[in-house]
């Protein structure tokens, strides 16, 4: 992906793509718009990215990334 998104957009198209899946939990985090590439192979490495930009929380479960706002 190499356009602006909105974090729940890029994350229907992370899941979509992985195993590894995401879960957004607040709304907040869902409509906050993010510019830039991400690689749809890379689920972990988005979350990432997520956490260095700040104000969220992760809980990494079997299968599942769960993301908030902290």
């Known amino acids: 992906m190499d356009r602006s998104e909105l974090v729940d957009?890029?994350?229907?198209?992370?899941?979509?793509?992985?195993?590894?899946?995401?879960?957004?939990?607040?709304?907040?985090?869902?409509r906050r718009e993010?510019?830039?590439?991400?690689?749809?192979?890379d689920p972990q490495g988005f979350v990432e990215t997520l956490e260095a930009l700040g104000g969220i929380a992760i809980d990494q479960r079997a299968g599942v990334i769960v993301v908030r706002s902290s």
Do not use: T
């Open 9 to 30: 957009q890029a994350v229907r198209l992370l899941n979509h793509a992985n195993a590894l899946q995401i879960r957004l939990e607040g709304s907040g985090l869902a």
């Open 34 to 41: 993010l510019s830039g590439s991400i690689r749809l192979d």
